[in-house]
C-alpha cells in the first residue's frame, strides 16, 4: 500500500542534508501523479488534502524529534545532569508520539476514503515508476544504514599521529605550513615542494663561499571530496631573490583505511613552469597508532617539458619516511629521511635526506589550528661522491614554518 | 603558462573548493546529529583530555555512543521492511488494505521498547561520561560537532 511505503520511507530517512530535497522531490511526484491519474475531481482534491495533511504530519514528527534533541542536549550539556533529565525528554516525546498516530490515523483514513481501488492501485503503479520514489525502496534503505556504519567519521582528526592520509569527506584545510601529507615526499628533479614559508640556503664551490638563498610562500588547500579521496592545492609564490609565481602543485589522493594501516594512491603535477610540466605518481604508506606514526612512500616524479617546448623526460624516484611521535597530544615532533635519485639518468645520484619537525595542535570549538616547523638538509648525504667518497652537506639547508587550519565544510 | 594564467587557474580551484562551504546546515534528525556529533568528539578527545588513558576511555564511550546511533537506524531501517512486507505485492496495492494506527506507526519509528532502550543506554553512557571527564572537559567537547 502506498501510503505505508511512503511513511516507511520518509522515516526511514537519516535526516542528511540530502534527504529533505529527497522528501520535498517525492511529495511533488506524488501530487504530479495523483493530478494525472485521478480524474475524478472531488476525489483529486480529497487525496491532495490527505498528501498535505500527511506532509504536516511528518513535519510536526521531524520538530518533535528536533525537540527531543535539543532537550537531550540540554541535559548533555549539564555536567551535574542525572537520569531525570533525560528522562523528562523521553516523556515529552512518549507523549507527542501518541498525537502523531493520532494524525496519521486521520489522513490514512481520509486517503482511503478519497481513492476508489482502481485509483489507488493505478497511483501506486504510476508514482513506483518514477525516479524519486527510489526512496522508497526498503531494502535500499536497509542496505544503507548497515553501509553507513561503516562509514569514515566526517570529524576534524586530532592527534597527528591517529590522522589518515587524506581528510574526511566535507573537511577543508587550509594548508599554509609545512608537514601536511599533501606535500609529504613532493619532491621533483628540480625542486622541492612544501607548505609554509620557507628558507632555502644553497651553498656550492668548492671553498663552500659561494650560495644562494631563496624565499618561497606556499599557501594552499586540501579538501576531502569522499571518504577516502581528497584534492589539494597549493600555489608557491617565490618571495627573494626576486618575486615571482611558481608552479601550481595540484595533488590527488585516494587512500585504502586498514586498521591501523592507510594505503594511499596520489597523484600530482605541477603546472608548467621553466621544465614544462612535472607530475609525481605514488604510493603511500602510514602506519598509525596512539602516539607514533610511520609514513613512508615511493614516488616517481618526473618533469616531461610540454606540447610546444618538448624535451627528454627526467625522472627521479623518491622514498621518503617520516616517524611523527606525539610527545603529548596536542605536540609533536618528526624526524625524516629516505632516499631519492633526482635524476636516475646521473649515475651518482643519489642522495639521503634528513629532516626535522615538530607540529603544536590548537582545538578551537570544532575547528583545528596547527602551527608547524621545519628543518631539513634535502641533499645531507651524497653516497660516492666526489670520486667514491661519501659526503655530507650541511651547508645546504631548508627552514619552513606556517600554520595550517581544519574546519568541517557543511 | 604564463604567470597571470597560473594565478588565474589558482585562484578558480581555491574558489571552488572555498565555495562548498555552506553557511547553515541543514537540519537532520536527532539520531543523525547524535552519531555524528559523538563520532567528531571521538577523534579529538585527546587534544582536550590530557590523560591519555581518560582520553581513551572517553574516546571509547563516545563511540559506542556512535555505534548507538548506528543500530538505531538499523532498527528504523528493519522496522521500514517489515512494514513494506504487510504491503508489498500487486494484490496488497490494488486492494488499499486498511492498517491500524498502531501499525502505521509502528512503521514510521521503531517499535517503543527498541527506542526505549536506545535511549537508556545512551543515558548511561553519558553518565559514564561523566566520571571520567572533568565540568571543563565536558563543556570544551560540547563545542565539537
Not at chain 1, 352 to 371: H, Q, V
Request: charged content about 20%.
Amino acid at each position: 500500500m502506498l501510503w505505508f511505503a511512503l511513511g516507511t520511507a520518509i522515516m526511514m530517512l537519516t535526516g542528511e542534508f540530502y534527504d529533505d530535497r529527497a522528501i520535498v522531490k517525492l511529495f511533488a511526484a506524488l501530487r504530479e501523479t495523483i493530478a494525472a491519474t485521478v480524474k475524478d475531481m472531488p476525489h483529486r482534491a480529497q487525496a491532495l488534502h490527505a498528501v498535505e495533511g500527511f506532509e504536516r504530519a511528518f513535519e510536526t514528527h521531524r520538530r518533535d524529534l528536533a525537540e527531543f534533541g535539543a532537550c537531550v542536549e540540554r541535559a548533555d550539556r549539564k555536567y551535574r545532569a542525572t537520569q531525570a533529565d533525560y528522562a523528562a525528554c523521553s516523556e515529552q516525546a512518549r507523549a507527542k508520539r501518541v498525537v502523531l498516530r493520532q494524525a496519521l490515523d486521520q489522513v490514512e483514513r481520509e486517503y482511503e476514503a478519497a481513492l476508489s481501488p482502481a485509483e489507488h492501485a493505478l497511483v501506486t503503479s504510476s508514482l513506483t515508476e518514477k525516479p524519486q520514489a527510489r526512496i522508497l525502496d526498503a531494502q535500499l534503505n536497509l542496505d544503507t544504514a548497515r553501509k553507513r556504519a561503516t562509514r569514515r567519521s566526517r570529524g576534524i582528526e586530532g592527534v597527528a599521529t591517529q590522522r589518515h592520509i587524506t581528510v574526511p569527506r566535507n573537511v577543508v584545510s587550509i594548508v599554509y605550513g609545512p608537514l601536511a601529507p599533501s606535500t609529504f615526499g613532493q619532491r621533483f628533479p628540480s625542486n622541492i615542494v612544501d607548505a609554509g614559508t620557507s628558507n632555502a640556503h644553497h651553498e656550492g664551490g668548492a671553498d663552500g663561499t659561494a650560495y644562494t638563498e631563496e624565499w618561497f610562500t606556499r599557501p594552499g588547500i586540501r579538501f576531502g571530496l569522499f571518504d577516502n579521496f581528497e584534492a589539494g592545492v597549493l600555489i608557491p609564490i617565490k618571495l627573494a631573490p626576486d618575486v615571482a609565481l611558481a608552479p601550481t602543485l595540484v595533488a590527488l589522493t585516494y587512500q585504502l583505511r586498514l586498521r591501523a594501516v592507510d594505503l594511499g594512491f596520489r597523484f600530482s603535477f605541477q603546472t608548467p613552469g621553466d621544465v614544462g610540466w612535472a607530475l609525481a605518481p605514488g604510493a603511500l604508506l602510514k602506519l598509525r597508532s596512539q602516539r607514533l606514526a610511520l609514513h613512508t612512500g615511493v614516488l616517481a616524479p618526473m618533469e616531461v617539458g610540454t606540447l610546444r617546448e618538448k624535451r627528454s623526460p627526467t625522472l627521479g624516484l623518491n622514498a621518503p619516511v617520516r616517524v611523527i611521535w606525539n610527545l603529548v597530544p596536542v605536540l609533536y615532533v618528526m624526524g625524516e629521511s629516505g632516499l631519492a635519485y633526482d635524476n636516475l639518468d646521473v649515475s651518482d645520484g643519489l642522495t639521503i635526506p634528513l629532516g626535522f619537525g615538530a607540529g603544536y595542535t590548537w582545538l578551537l570549538g570544532s575547528r583545528l589550528l596547527e602551527f608547524t616547523g621545519s628543518f631539513a638538509w634535502d641533499h645531507w648525504l651524497v653516497p660516492g661522491k666526489p670520486s667514491g667518497a661519501s659526503t655530507f652537506q650541511y651547508g645546504s639547508y631548508r627552514v619552513a614554518f606556517g600554520a595550517s587550519f581544519y574546519f568541517q565544510a557543511l | 603558462m604564463s604567470s597571470l594564467r597560473q594565478s588565474a587557474v589558482a585562484l578558480a580551484v581555491l574558489t571552488a573548493l572555498g565555495g562548498c562551504r555552506s553557511k547553515s546546515p541543514p537540519a537532520r534528525h536527532p539520531v543523525a546529529e547524535l552519531t555524528a556529533s559523538a563520532s567528531a568528539k571521538a577523534e579529538v578527545v585527546e587534544l582536550i583530555v590530557p590523560d591519555w588513558q581518560r582520553a581513551e576511555r572517553a574516546r571509547q564511550l563516545y563511540l559506542a555512543i556512535a555505534a548507538l546511533g548506528y543500530e538505531f537506524d538499523e532498527q528504523r531501517a528493519r522496522s521500514a521492511a517489515r512494514g513494506r512486507s504487510l504491503t508489498a505485492g500487486p494484490a496488497a496495492a490494488a486492494t488499499a488494505q486498511r492498517l491500524s494506527a498502531a501499525q502505521l506507526e509502528s512503521l514510521l519509528v521503531p517499535p517503543l521498547e527498541a527506542s526505549q532502550t536506545t535511549c537508556e543506554r545512551y543515558v548511561q553512557l553519558m553518565l559514564e561520561m561523566r566520571t571520567v571527564l572533568t565540568d571543563d572537559e565536558l563543556k570544551r567537547l560540547d563545542n565539537v560537532h
